[in-house]
């Protein structure tokens, strides 16, 4: 059974910092890319970050600016999400994903990805 499992949101103010993990398990996914995608209320899910597991490729969203880092940890399945320098507009359910991707350009695709997480809340106070 295949589990992405998501950790490590919670409040935090602005100009703050959180680090998210995704536990993945259940099969291998040293060739899959795993992406953090978000979700604010009343908004689409929207690609944030994605590293692809065995070469290390990483893909970011124009509104990261530097602000997010993505790594990886491949013993332990587990890639990270380094997020500095939060502000209010960063408030959102962050979800984890993995996906086999056939068409690099398309990692910023939601239905590109076959396994996701339930999502951890994020809450970012001004």
Known sequence: QVQLVESGGGLVQAG???????AASGRTFSSYDIAWF??????????VLS??????????AYFVKGRFTISRDNAKNTVYLQMNSLTPEDTAVYYCAAGDLKIRSRYYMSGEY??????????VSS
């Not at 703050?16 to 995704?22: A, E, I, N, Q, W």
Request: aromatic share 10%; hydrophobic share 20%; net charge positive.
């Open 16 to 22: 703050g910092s959180l680090r998210l993990s995704c």
């Open 114 to 123: 076959d396994y996701w997480g339930q999502g951890t809340q994020v809450t």
């Open 38 to 47: 978000r979700q604010a209320p009343g908004k689409e899910r929207e690609f």
């Open 51 to 60: 590293i692809n597991m065995s070469e290390g490729r990483t893909y970011r």
